[in-house]
């Protein structure tokens, strides 16, 4: 019994000093810091279109995806669906029915028929549809052709 007394004294003392401590108060004032996450840090990188597992560890992020247009598929519901080469159908780039004209109209009509076959690069953010990682594009900014002075929609040089 005098041993327990003891160690209840000692923690007691300790217990004062922390208290004491300036450390101690100042890290009470402090706010929580949030949460490390486990996204992968994309900025600046350029993922392939083929590499399905970099996309799909994006997910929740905005990245830069770079590959060949090799199809596209317009939907009844108006979506558009751009394919890339050798990606297999495990990535598209979407554009949803309520961006579809605005995307449409920045390439003269039709931004499936003027990315078929050529290189593009496309910033957006990763989701997923059915556990395949998809890049959405809700603006034709979000796209750029390959050897065009400039993203779509944006104006001319003066």
Do not use: W
Request: contains cysteine.
């Amino acid at each position: 019994m005098h041993c327990l007394k003891k160690r209840y004294a000692a923690a007691a003392v300790l217990a004062a000093a922390l208290l004491a401590t300036p450390n101690f108060l100042r890290a009470q004032d402090e706010k929580p810091k949030e949460p490390a996450t486990t996204a992968p840090t994309t900025a600046g990188a350029v993922i392939k279109a083929t590499d399905t597992d970099a996309l799909k560890a994006a997910v929740g992020s905005e990245v830069t995806v770079r590959g060949d247009i090799s199809g596209s598929y317009k939907g009844k519901s108006g979506v558009i669906l751009l394919n890339f080469a050798g990606a297999r159908r495990d990535f598209v780039a979407v554009v949803e029915k309520p961006n579809a004209d605005v995307v449409n109209a920045a390439f003269n009509g039709d931004v499936a028929e003027a990315v078929k076959n050529k290189t593009v690069t496309i910033t957006g953010p990763v989701q997923l549809y059915r556990e395949k990682p998809q890049l959405v594009i809700t603006k034709p900014e979000q796209i750029k052709i390959e050897g065009d002075a400039k993203p779509a929609g944006e104006p001319p040089a003066e």
